[in-house]
């Protein structure tokens, strides 16, 4: 058997590298030519930062001359920059929290009990996978003022923990689901309650999942943009996508520090993705998939 | 989706069936048991999600129906004469007739392009990991930076592509990019291409990645050529890949607002206007609450009607297929 196909695998293993060879350099200048394209726009923002906007306006191109660091160091000498970033990060931490916690629980009661209802409430949190945010946010406003959220970061974290649910309790529940039941047998057995399973047991096991959603929850709270628009009318809450409309209108003329502002607002976002780029990937695939 | 899960679920409870009397009077002790404890892992994100989710949905159903300004409680009760002025309305047609238009646009040439690309990322060539990295990269920026970025590379004459279109002999090609009502639309798909053809690469190599080389390798042992193959064998076990990956670009088409917030709010003249700037704009600039709702309320349905008809007549025939790709793939 090895002697008759041995001889195969080669030929075609031999065709295939030429053949490869042959049509590979197309291949790598369309690719070449995509990634210059995907890279150029962040480039010249890291570049024009460093000029002067005078500079800017004569010089496209080229690199400054000379290197101007003012308008960066400017806007990290500013503490409204740092307290953006610090409630950005407040309520991404906050809104993760949240979501992952009260998904966790829903996803084990979904996964690992039997009991009447459970395909209707599934099929609830499910169906809000597919209402896009926009259509919520005018009650949603209306409902905020009432309870007196607005200017308060509890009035961006609850409602987009709320609308980060479904995708978390799909992803964890099937997690959960693949976790076998001799282990929660053996559990009730030492007496173990249900609770203590899932905090003790099923949590630790879960890490990778619960990595991949809260990765998710994030970057979706870090980006989110509409909601912190109406409920911070005051600078104080205004997280990164509000700070960086707001500067854009505010300096408009003074496009090399807009420029600036931009690369140091999307570094932190880069800076996590490149940290958490396998729980990410995974997480997009698996939500996408499984949804 | 849901209804398959029953049957395997059982077993994970199931300890055999228990012998005697206490046949009789377990289940039920134990249902009710099982029943409380379920419900009350529940109860936070459920508690979460109505108070988030649906009701603000359900309210503003209700709201659709009043001329309100947004203070005070609706009184000005009007029956559905928002939703038949949303539909004599030029500006909501458009939005819809725009909404369309991406939808194309994307199915079209993005989808084709995430695909290509894809395709090309998933054979052996050097530095692909790069590669595939760079070209995810804009779905983690957010759709604010993006926007304000491209708005500048994008300035008539003084940005970064009319100078370097400009370099090349090729002035006006743009036009005026976002400031001409006829390129405005077309520029702002050129941008959602950079930000999200990756996102949709990602999802199509994880599924070109759950397809076995051996189905591939036998046809080609049989003599079928590259574009055979990937007719034939690839395309076809993409199928739910390729599904959802449309599903989640008409979503994101329906409710497109930041970037286009940020880079023309909606102009030159409502040219580049979609369903959810319009009721931005009715419902915090104008403060006609009742037209602003009865506008969420009609993607609402958009998204209801969409997603239910895709779920029964597309993705369900899916459903176990993905399930199964994902796991050999992760």
Not at chain 1, 116 to 126: A, H, N, S, V
Not at chain 2, 19 to 36: I, K, S, T
Not at chain 2, 105 to 128: E, H, I, T, W, Y
């Amino acid at each position: 058997m090895t002697t008759q196909t041995a001889p195969g695998i080669t030929m075609t293993a031999r065709e295939a590298t030429r053949r490869r060879r042959l049509r590979s350099f197309p291949l790598y200048v369309t690719v070449w030519l995509i990634g210059v394209v995907m890279v150029t726009p962040l480039l010249y923002a890291l570049i024009s930062g460093f000029k002067s906007t005078d500079q800017l306006s004569g010089n496209s191109f080229g690199l400054p001359s000379p290197w101007v660091t003012k308008n960066y160091t400017s806007i990290l000498g500013d503490s409204a920059f740092w307290r953006m970033l610090g409630s950005s990060t407040l309520i991404a931490v906050g809104t993760t929290v949240l979501t992952v916690g009260a998904a966790a629980l829903a996803a084990f009661a979904l996964a690992r009990f039997a009991f009447r209802g459970r395909e209707f409430l599934f099929t609830l949190f499910t169906a809000g996978l597919m209402f896009p945010f926009a259509v919520a946010i005018l009650p949603l406003f209306v409902l905020l003022r009432t309870f007196g959220l607005l200017d308060n970061p509890w009035g961006v974290i609850l409602p987009q923990a709320a609308f980060g649910l479904p995708m978390t309790i799909v992803i964890l529940r099937n997690f959960f689901r693949e976790i076998p039941g001799e282990l929660e047998e053996a559990a009730t057995l030492d007496g173990c309650s249900a609770f203590s399973f899932f905090w003790r047991i099923l949590l630790p096991m879960a890490r990778p999942a619960l990595g991949t959603v809260s990765v998710l929850a994030v970057v979706t709270s870090w980006n989110n943009f509409l909601l912190p628009l109406l409920v911070f009318s005051e600078p104080t809450w205004w997280t990164i996508p509000v700070g960086v409309q707001q500067f854009q209108g505010q300096y408009s003329s003074d496009t090399a520090r807009i420029f600036a502002y931009l690369v140091l607002s999307m570094a932190p976002a880069l800076a996590f993705y490149a940290v958490a780029e396998r729980q990410l990937i995974g997480g997009i695939t698996m939500g996408a998939t499984k949804g | 989706m849901a209804s398959t899960q029953i049957e395997d679920a059982d077993p994970i409870l199931g300890e055999g069936p228990p012998a005697g009397q206490e046949w009789n009077r377990r289940p039920l002790v134990r249902r009710v048991r099982d029943w409380l404890t379920a419900f009350l892992f529940t109860v936070p994100g459920l508690i979460l999600f109505l108070a988030f989710v649906a009701v603000p949905i359900l309210y503003a159903g209700y709201v659709s129906l009043f001329n309100w300004g947004g203070f005070g409680s609706p009184s000005d009760f009007v029956g559905v004469d928002n939703f038949t002025r949303l539909f004599q309305d030029p500006v909501f047609l458009g939005d819809l007739w725009r909404g369309l238009l991406l939808v194309a646009l994307s199915l079209g040439l993005q989808l084709p392009f995430a695909l290509a690309m894809a395709v090309l990322l998933n054979q052996k060539l050097r530095g692909r990991a790069v590669y595939r990295m760079l070209f995810f990269a804009p779905y983690v920026l957010s759709e604010v930076i993006t926007g304000v970025l491209f708005s500048m590379i994008f300035a008539p004459d003084s940005g970064l592509a009319d100078k370097v279109l400009g370099a090349v002999g090729l002035d006006g090609v743009g036009g005026l990019w976002f400031a001409g009502q006829s390129t405005v639309m077309a520029t702002l798909f050129l941008i959602m291409t950079w930000k999200y053809f990756g996102f949709h690469m990602m999802l199509l190599l994880a599924g070109l990645q759950g397809i076995p080389p051996e189905l591939t390798e036998a046809a080609r042992i049989d003599g079928a050529n590259a574009w055979q193959r990937f007719r034939n064998i690839t395309l076809p076990l993409l199928g739910p890949t390729i599904r959802m990956s449309i599903f989640l670009s008409v979503i994101g088409a329906i409710q497109l607002f930041d970037l286009v917030w940020v880079v023309t709010q909606g102009g030159p003249d409502h040219h580049s206007e979609t369903m959810a700037v319009t009721m931005f704009q009715f419902g915090f600039k104008r403060y006609q609450m009742g037209y602003a709702s009865a506008i969420s309320i009609v993607m609402f349905l958009i998204s209801l009607v969409f997603a239910l008809f895709y779920q029964r007549y597309v993705l369900r025939r899916d459903t176990e297929g993905a399930l199964t790709n994902m796991r050999g793939t992760r």
